[in-house]
């Protein structure tokens, strides 16, 4: 893959906020754009700085405002926020007060009992640390990165209360919590008062469990939402319709998604929709994102990528028009055959 050059100066493009759209992030203050930037992949200690320098500028050129991190991104663990503590320091420091900056903890961090799950302890040491790596004095929105079944929920909130008291987050949410734990969650950030700013799902075509409940929840107690994989790991594009190329996601030694993930029936599907998305002169991972933000109650789609034209290809695709409803009932069709 080629790096793309970066000059040494950066300056934004001025028109950066005639873009894109903002949707309000439930009840609050806050808008986000449809789509974000996730640092999940590709920004890690073993990938090119140049690159995600690159990828960064144009996402903030193209008026995404929202970087999403956690503790553990990589690899190795944390590296991603020193990417990209490196990537404000050379070009986004000027322009902190155009960003959204979240990051996250509740997944292994560190050897021993306290760098992991959702004890006060964990949580208030890990954005310490998130915040060093960042050279940052606080991030936007801090997540509690998944439930813990064995410390009180009451303890994890707690915590979360603590953090933007504490100055170290302007705001808070939860992530890969169902509906029912996702309710209580809120209800008791909000007895705190310190009310859950949003909460971060997976959701794609794939996989639509969101559908059957935690909408309503987030809808009824005005959270906001944003979706992570709305491609499915890179499913979602034409990449694998011809094999596993090397260098994706399933064509590395150390990922999320396995080669075994791929399999006949789910590429007979994509292909399909890939054929329908060129009928509409859209990609198909144009079309997937629309399809997710189809759901007003979506904030924002958190997409990764690997160079800058893939994000600039999704930002193009959620200009478009809206899928139709003849086009959602074909969409349908695709995914029950």
Avoid at 242 to 266: C, F, M, N, W
Wanted: charged letters at 20%.
């Amino acid at each position: 893959m080629s790096v793309v050059p970066v000059s040494p100066v950066y300056t934004p493009n001025p028109d950066r906020y005639e873009g894109i759209e903002y949707r309000r992030c439930g009840r609050s203050g806050i808008q986000l754009p449809l789509v974000s930037l996730g640092l999940w992949h590709n920004f890690g200690g073993v990938d090119t700085l140049e690159n995600c320098r690159a990828m960064a500028r144009t996402a903030f050129d193209l008026g995404i405002t929202h970087f999403d991190l956690a503790n553990n991104y990589g690899p190795p663990y944390g590296s991603a926020e020193e990417t990209f503590g490196k990537i404000l320091t050379k070009d986004l420091r000027p322009y902190r007060d155009e960003l959204i900056i979240s990051s996250k903890a509740g997944y292994d961090m560190w050897p021993g009992p306290y760098g992991d799950w959702g004890s006060r302890k964990y949580l208030v040491s890990s954005l310490d640390q998130s915040l060093k790596r960042m050279g940052l004095e606080y991030v936007d929105i801090f997540y509690h990165h998944r439930p813990d079944p064995d410390t009180p929920l009451e303890e994890t909130m707690g915590a979360l209360d603590f953090i933007v008291r504490s100055g170290r987050a302007l705001y808070v949410g939860i992530s890969n919590y169902h509906p029912k734990e996702a309710r209580a969650a809120i209800q008791i950030l909000h007895q705190l008062g310190t009310p859950c700013l949003i909460s971060q799902p997976n959701y794609s075509l794939f996989d639509r469990w969101i559908e059957r409940e935690l909408i309503d929840v987030l809808a009824e107690e005005g959270v906001g939402c944003i979706v992570f994989s709305p491609l499915e790991q890179g499913i979602l594009t034409n990449k694998y319709l011809h094999g596993i190329p090397a260098d994706s996601r399933a064509g590395k030694p150390v990922t999320y998604l396995q080669p075994e993930d791929i399999t006949a029936g789910t590429l007979e599907k994509v292909s399909h929709l890939d054929l329908l998305a060129k009928e509409l002169n859209l990609s198909l991972a144009q079309m997937a994102i629309k399809w997710v933000l189809r759901q007003r109650v979506i904030t924002s789609a958190l997409i990764g990528a690997s160079h800058p034209a893939q994000i600039e290809e999704i930002v193009a695709g959620v200009n478009q028009p809206a899928l139709t409803k003849e086009t959602l009932e074909k969409i349908e069709n695709i995914l029950s055959g």
